[in-house]
């Protein structure tokens, strides 16, 4: 090969290589600057087992919630349990997140992307200009992390997540999470189920009133395989079958709207002579549950107590009822327990300061704590009664009232040439 021709051929391959260089850069890319952090944690080395207080705060209200002996609580609700897995979601998404990327805030970049500060004490803001800030903390009110949470990103881009601020940093920061529902309604972050019993396992209903001396009514099934029956149904009666099961299904995932305060007098909230309903189980299991009146500025809400026991079952099966059966034919283990008595309220939490919940968890993290309501197989029916008993019994609560309609109050309301449901 001649010189000139290999001269030719070498500058034509210097031309490529540099050609190359150019397009793709000198060698494998990560597509970011090293102090980039894209791709990275926000909050890096969030400790997690240390938080203690979670503080969420919007511009018009705020919660804390708090980590006791046993269980996390709400502090507005007077102590009452937190929902552990609401709670336990918005802090592995705070573990979690991942930058996307970031850019320098602006006060037009503050307000368009609602990151002011909820308290609008260092700016003008309008409302929806301001963020909710989450702040948790450890001992000593230590703050460990501080977080000003923005408009979530269009989903239109592909990719979605949120706008976020670290306090005491001037850049926005894109996240890979999407904060769509941070609540800052004291309300909404209880433990809302306290129940859940499937109608299966009830072998009795009786509406027994305080300082009545029989039950109005009394609706039992003879066994988990048949139907339940209204007793005592005269001859050119019958009992629709509708409301019958509606009463059996009204303790299956039943959820409160709101805890009411413990020291609210049962003048006030009716339950010193509402009615009253005891659910028997076929394990021994006993639910009394009283109905107060509406609400205080909720028509829509019904006040509510309950209460559990054990009773050792009888060991003869319950019989098929007659649908004539006389109402004295009762025997003595008929006989009803003595009802919930919502004037007497001893147990009631003070402060917040005792919790009345289940076992604790050793820190923040999913599937760690169990729902409100009992097991549907308790290994031991009896200290699971007590176990719900002291988680529900000390409170008053606040129930929909399409909810509280599913007890039938009177026997009379289950015939059929009654105006029908």
Known sequence: MKSKTFIILLLICVLLGAASWFLLGSGPSTGRKADDPSGDPLLTALPVKEILTIEITGHQRGVHLEKGETTWRVRERYGYPADFVKLSDLVLKLRDMKVDRTFPASDEILARLSLNAPDGASDPSAADARGTRVVLKGRNDAVLS????????DSDTGRGGNYVMVDGDKAVYVVDKAFHFLDTDPEKWIDKEI??????????????????????YIVRRPDPEKPAGLLDVPADKTAASVKINRLMDALSTFRIDDVVDPKTPAEATGLDTGAC??????????????????????????????????????????TAPEKTAPAGEETAADAPEAPVDPAENTDAPTDGTESTAPAPEETVSAG??????????????AVAAAELNQRISPWIFAVPKWKADQFILDKADFFENRESD
């Open 368 to 381: 760690t704590e169990t729902t409100a309501g009992a097991p549907e197989t308790p290994a031991d029916p």
């Open 146 to 153: 501080s977080v000003v949470i923005g408009k979530t990103r």
């Open 195 to 216: 129940l859940d019993v499937a109608p299966e396992r009830i072998a009795e209903v009786r509406r027994i009133d305080p300082g009545a001396g029989a039950p109005r």
């Open 277 to 318: 309903f005891e659910y028997g189980l076929f394990d021994g299991t006993v639910y009394t549950l009283c109905l107060g009146g509406p609400v205080t500025d909720h028509p829509d809400r019904t006040y509510f107590k309950a209460r559990v026991a054990f009773t050792p079952p009888s060991e003869a099966p319950a």
